[in-house]
């Protein structure tokens, strides 16, 4: 979001040296003689992060990148979760090779260039969110290409692709509990921000380890609660694409000026003020 605008009617000097401030017709703008600044509750529900003093002036050159990423996340859940809980006919355990798109462009590609551009505009959090589900989107997509032939070193007569094989399974089940921690560990973060953000991070934490047991039932034969399994943490992937839908929508619409107020259960208030110097929050905190 452009979060200057300048322009020559200029707020007044008090005679204590303060500009004066005016309110923006958009709620949580205000108007300096130097520009239009946001609110720190605004700015963290546009950028999902804490507002914070930077160097520079990158966030009001640069469009807001995260909506873009948001695009990536949501199209590639939405498309996941409708396919593992099988809608229209679709058989996840036959593999994903079909929507192979959603690993390896529309997400990753989305969510990379955004990533960058947090990076660039110096959002941590927001940066870290979309490079950790970039590689995520990018690492699970590889287990989708039945070119590679993963499967090979537990082949066996009966299951010549080794994709069955309770080894096989027992790995990738390891690997998404590692995922599900690793996002649990970004949910406590987000708990700083907002509910709806906090949310998304939760359920698709659940989503992993939902997934993972889904795995460690295939990989002990136990095909039919494998099934309900892929189905539940689908379930719950497609919440979370909606979510990300609902949010993705708020800063869009936010970013478009449409005078919209949908809630997202903002958490910052709960938390010491962010929008000032690292020196000036210590020296406060030890009066």
């Known amino acids: 979001m ?3 605008a300048t ?6 000097i008090s005679s204590h040296g303060i500009r004066a401030v005016m309110h923006d017709e958009e709620k949580g703008l205000h108007r300096t003689a130097t520009g239009v600044t946001m609110s720190p509750e605004l700015f963290e529900k546009l950028y999902l992060t804490p507002k914070v003093p930077h160097v520079g002036d990158y966030n009001k050159r640069f469009a807001n990148p995260t909506a873009l ?12 979760s409708m396919v593992l809980m099988g809608w229209g006919g679709a058989q996840p355990a036959k593999g994903m ?25 110096g959002n ?6 979309m490079g ?30 080794g994709l069955a094989s309770s080894e096989f399974n027992t790995v990738v089940a390891l690997y998404l509990i590692v995922w599900g921690f ?13 509910s709806v953000f906090a949310a998304i991070f939760l359920l698709v934490s659940v989503g992993a380890w939902v997934l993972s047991g889904a795995y460690w039932k295939v990989a002990r034969g136990e095909y039919e609660a ?10 719950l992937l497609f919440v979370v694409a909606l979510l990300g839908w609902y949010m993705c929508f708020i800063i869009m619409a936010g970013e478009m000026r449409i005078t919209l107020n949908l809630p997202v259960g903002d958490l910052s208030r709960l938390w010491p003020r962010t929008d000032v110097e690292l020196e000036v929050a210590e020296q406060k905190r030890h009066e």
């Open 7 to 12: 322009g020559n009617d200029s707020p007044p």
């Open 182 to 194: 690793a996002l649990f560990t970004f949910f406590i973060f987000t708990c700083k921000i907002n």
């Open 2 to 4: 452009a979060s200057t």
């Open 124 to 129: 941590f959090f927001p940066m870290m969110v």
């Open 69 to 80: 990423g948001f695009v990536g996340f949501v199209i590639s859940t939405f498309t996941f």
């Open 132 to 161: 950790l589900f970039a590689v995520f989107w990018l690492s699970f997509g590889v287990l989708q290409l039945p070119t590679l032939q993963l499967g090979a070193p537990y082949a066996s007569p009966t299951d010549p692709s």
């Open 97 to 121: 090779s079909p929507v192979v798109g959603i690993f390896f462009f529309v997400g990753p590609v989305l969510l990379l260039f955004a990533m960058v551009f947090e990076w660039v505009m």
């Open 226 to 235: 494998a099934e309900k399994l892929m189905k539940g943490g689908g379930a």
